[in-house]
């Protein structure tokens, strides 16, 4: 297949498979670009399509003009759903975006679609229309979000690409803004951002709690973009990646994350926007994704191991017939043979004065079973000896998570 010139909508992409929408309203056209096995770009398809019967981006609902911008489909509605005005299938975009919202446009059901009747240009009411067949024909290049449609009012051609010194800039602004997540204050975090745009960090703190816990266990939160498409329209650069973070060999896609991009008074890039892309059915509350995300991964993230840890030191601890970090292991709800945590702990340490040693040890593997969120049941043959008392039998111990840590809810010897 023959490459062809790159639209200077495409900055960098690293997605694969790669496809991109394009519209340009000058010409009524519409393009699916993707990339071939060795990076170069080429058309897939080029149709004739019809979009808003009032010229110029769309501001106002009813206002029947087409949107321009980068847009994303976010779901796709089939042939036996749909009216017959939309032909064979249509497929909803996010119009209007995090950006259009803070910029006061309104609207909504801006889709790609088919249609019923000769396609003429400019006869939609905002929408993009295509004549079924061509619509059908591209419907397997549409990656729901994840490929966008971007809508110009002229397209232009580039020279060079990816165009690298803009994708340097823009990747240290990005992986910047990244980093500072790691930073103790959000300063840097926010130093990332336009000062016209303040986004929300009331997560900060819980962030910094979850964070600790991980460093109390040597373990280091890492986060990763993966898959970072760019593209320009106007000032403004749009990039989409998935969010990852990582601890040890454990990695986990928190979500699809949009950043809105332009140049300060400086000429700087700055980010303007930082919503999550979701389909419509998500019931996650918008902004709320990324310690959602986190924390499922803190509860996921190798949960055996680190109970058996958490059995190991309580055991240890035991054997120390130290009460105060002993005690650290027992949850403020523990009951166990009619004592509560306070009267536990001070039968405990009466019997750590009667004897000279006090030595407690698991024999074989631990029998951990999951049950429910923040809640574990663990059984295992425990051997006890002292310098006044020896037996062996089975444990079990009933777990819960709190204050970011395993500990021990209930306490049955089963014998």
């Not at 449609?149 to 002229?154: A, F, L, N, P, Q």
């Amino acid at each position: 297949m023959a490459q062809v010139q790159v639209p200077d909508v495409f900055i960098h992409t690293e997605s694969r498979p790669f496809t991109a929408v394009v519209v340009e309203r000058a010409t009524q056209r519409l393009w699916v670009y993707a990339k071939d096995n060795d990076g170069f770009f080429y058309e897939r398809h080029s149709f004739p399509c019809s979009t808003g019967e009032v010229a110029g981006d769309k501001r106002l609902e009813g206002d029947r003009k087409t949107p321009g911008g980068v847009y994303f489909f976010l779901t796709e509605h089939e042939e036996r759903f749909l009216a017959p005005i939309y032909g064979t299938g249509a497929f909803p975009i996010d119009y209007p975006n995090f950006m259009d919202q803070r910029e006061g446009r309104t609207g909504n059901a801006i889709w790609l679609h088919g249609t019923n009747k000769a396609l003429r240009p400019m006869d939609s009411n905002g929408c993009v229309a295509l004549e079924n067949h061509n619509l059908d024909a591209m419907k397997r290049d549409i990656r729901l979000l994840r490929t966008p449609m971007i809508i110009v009012e002229k397209l232009g051609f580039q020279g060079e690409y990816p165009q690298e010194k803009t994708v340097e800039n823009l990747k240290k602004l990005i992986h910047g803004w990244k980093n500072a997540l790691r930073s103790e204050s959000y300063h840097a975090y926010l130093a990332a951002y336009s000062a016209d745009f303040l986004p929300d960090i009331a997560w900060w703190s819980d962030w910094l709690i979850l964070r600790s816990e991980f460093e109390a266990e040597n373990i280091d939160l890492m986060f990763e973009i993966k898959d970072l498409d760019l593209f320009r329209t106007g000032d403004r650069v749009t990039g989409i990646f998935d969010f990852m973070v990582r601890a040890g060999e454990s990695s986990k896609n928190l979500g699809t994350r949009l950043l809105y991009m332009e140049p300060d008074a400086y000429g700087n890039m700055r980010i303007v926007g930082d919503p999550w892309l979701a389909p419509p059915e998500s019931l996650l509350p918008a902004g709320k994704p990324l310690m959602a995300g986190l924390n499922t991964f803190s509860r996921e993230w190798n949960a055996e191991d680190r109970i058996t840890r958490m059995v190991d030191d309580w055991l240890e601890a035991w054997s120390s017939q130290e009460i105060e970090p002993y005690g650290a292991f027992y949850a403020e709800g523990f009951r166990s043979q009619g004592r509560n945590r306070r009267a536990w702990l001070r039968y405990k340490e009466g019997l750590n004065r009667q004897y000279d040693y006090i030595r407690v040890k698991r024999e074989g593997p631990l029998d951990i079973r999951m049950r429910g969120a923040g809640r574990a049941e663990v059984r295992f043959v425990q051997n006890y000896e002292s310098s006044g008392f020896a037996t062996r039998g089975r444990k079990r111990l009933d777990l819960i998570r709190e204050d970011g840590r395993w500990k021990i809810y209930r306490e049955i010897w089963e014998g």
